[in-house]
């Protein structure tokens, strides 16, 4: 069933069924559910609503095609999923939109980032494909030993909503380069643009059973897939709480391998000698408004030398009145969509409302703004007089609200940085190459920028320490491990 969405700006085919074997079908319960339009809380499709018997079916389809999968030559599968990637790009626009109505992301993030770097990391991992070779051990003449690596089988994909696409893609990208099969479930809230790409997927000429998508609410979809014994691994992002109970599930039945990446409240930290404050400035706003502030590397903590706090706050809040241009997602000009749902706005507003309360000071937003839109938006927003002891200095808010806490020496800002249960990501900014080299290895996270906001790029690996994660990175050639199991091959060549 393919629907065109009565949206005026856009003319998108909305795919609202399951993929599974290569077909799209409805729930066998023949439930849906809607999915509602962040920006202005209208509904925009009615999506099936699957449950375990729809994990089963898919998990069906993928371990039938995981085998033949497998043994595809990888020059084969190289080409297919490059052809995957070139339908992704060809599409790009219309699938920019749908990530927009569904999301609430700016139009020129979706255009410029989120579909383009989704095309490009199955690219990537297609093309290492026919290039990644196995090992011969350095054994003596009595033996020749093979380090081979074989795909898991089939892989379930637990994704989030803050990139449905993007992350999707982390995911897809190494799993089907390595020759596995996957059960995919998005969130429930944001669907629509991996259903449209796995009808790419088909049409590049993956084999049936090859990709499939399961939608439906995590506490019975997810459940299903960490729990299914028919599933090899499973690869999870999201937060920090549901990565424990799919860690749990997997304990207590198949012992299926868990690679987590969690949430964080990563640091920035500027330095006094940081350079170019109106540069930095940019980048600390970027590392926090980007995205609404729903980003699990999101810089929700400014550590900043008391010494340069007063000038680069002044920096920081003409940026946000000047820049940071909260509006209709769909206008090219929005730097600040809607929060993806209600409730959670009301979360994010309720951490505004506990950081006042706790003595912080908001120097710019603090609220909802466009309430007459019907939508979820709320104004970027700005604490001074944080401390590292605030809820909304511990806790991941997942907003675009910062916590600026001010600190005295590199000592200070590295107990401060590291004084969180998270290690996913921080900033530094500083002009001293040794304090540079000093601080990056004492902070405690998967990714540190150094003068800048960095997730590094799809040849750097990302993943994080402590509660932000383990059991595997995405991006690069370090994201095949966790989709592979390692064999020796031991050829006794004696008499
Ligand atoms: P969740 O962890 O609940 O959602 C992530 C994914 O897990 C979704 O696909 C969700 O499905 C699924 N899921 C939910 N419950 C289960 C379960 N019991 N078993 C298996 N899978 C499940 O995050 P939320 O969407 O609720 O967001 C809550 C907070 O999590 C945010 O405020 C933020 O702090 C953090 N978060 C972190 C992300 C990151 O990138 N690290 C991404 C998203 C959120 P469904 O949504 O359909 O129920």
New binding site residues.
């Given amino acids: 069933m393919a629907v065109t969405t009565p949206n005026p700006l856009a003319e998108v085919r909305l795919r609202t069924q399951m993929f599974a074997g290569g077909d799209f079908v409805d729930a066998v319960s023949g439930r849906t559910y809607p999915v509602e339009n962040p920006a202005n809380g209208q509904t925009i499709a009615e999506v099936a609503e699957g449950g375990v018997e729809d994990v089963d079916r898919a998990v069906e389809a993928a371990r039938r095609a995981a085998p033949g999968w497998a043994a595809t030559p990888p020059a084969d599968r190289k080409k297919l999923l490059q052809r995957f990637a070139d339908l992704i790009d060809e599409n790009s626009e219309e699938l920019a939109r749908i990530e927009t109505l569904d999301v609430g992301k700016p139009i020129s993030d979706t255009r410029s980032l989120d579909i383009p770097d989704s095309a490009a990391t199955i690219r990537w991992h297609a093309e290492a494909t026919d290039k990644l070779y196995d090992q011969v051990a350095p054994t003596g003449p009595g033996a020749v030993a093979m380090v081979v690596r074989e795909p898991l089988g089939v892989v379930g994909a637990?994704?989030?909503?803050?990139?449905p696409l993007q992350?999707a893609a982390w995911k897809l990208g190494p799993i089907l380069a390595t020759g596995n099969a996957v059960v995919m479930?998005?969130?429930?809230?944001t669907s629509l643009s991996l259903l449209r790409v796995a009808e790419l997927g088909a049409e590049a000429g993956l084999p049936d059973g090859v990709l499939n998508v399961v939608t439906?609410?995590?506490?019975v979809?997810?459940?299903a897939?960490?729990r299914h014994p028919g599933i090899d691994g499973v690869a999870?992002?999201?937060?920090?709480?549901?990565?424990r109970?799919?860690l749990e599930?997997s304990a207590r039945t198949n012992l299926k391998r868990v690679a987590l990446?969690?949430?964080?409240k990563s640091p920035q930290i500027v330095m006094a000698d940081a350079a170019n404050l109106d540069r930095v400035a940019d980048r600390v706003a970027n590392a926090i408004f980007w995205n609404m502030g729903?980003?699990?590397s999101a810089g929700s903590r400014l550590l900043v030398d008391r010494r340069v706090k007063g000038p680069l706050l002044d920096r920081l809040v003409g940026l946000v009145e000047r820049d940071w241009i909260v509006g209709d997602p769909m206008n090219d000009t929005t730097r600040v969509g809607p929060l993806?749902t209600k409730s959670?706005m009301e979360?994010v507003l309720g951490y505004i409302d506990a950081g006042r309360a706790e003595g912080a000071r908001t120097v710019v937003g603090g609220g909802r703004v466009r309430e007459d839109s019907g939508g979820w938006f709320v104004s970027p927003t700005i604490f001074d007089r944080a401390t590292n002891e605030m809820r909304i200095a511990r806790e991941?808010?997942?907003g675009p609200v910062l916590s600026v806490i001010e600190f005295e020496g590199e000592d200070e800002a590295i107990a401060i940085a590291n004084d969180t249960d998270y290690g996913?990501a921080a900033s530094l900014y500083t002009e001293n190459v040794r304090t540079a080299h000093r601080m990056a290895r004492a902070i405690k996270a998967g990714v540190v920028g150094v003068n800048n906001y960095s997730e590094g790029d799809l040849t750097t690996p990302f993943g994080g320490f402590r509660q932000?994660?383990f059991g595997g990175h995405d991006k690069s050639v370090h994201a095949h491990d966790q989709y592979t199991n390692l064999k020796t091959i031991w050829i006794d060549m004696g008499e």
């Fill in positions: 637990i994704v989030p909503w803050n990139y992350m479930k998005p969130a429930q809230v439906g609410p995590g506490s979809v997810g459940t897939i960490a999870f992002t999201g937060s920090t709480e549901v990565g109970t799919v599930h990446e969690l949430g964080g729903e980003n699990c993806i959670h979360k991941e808010i997942f996913l932000s994660g």
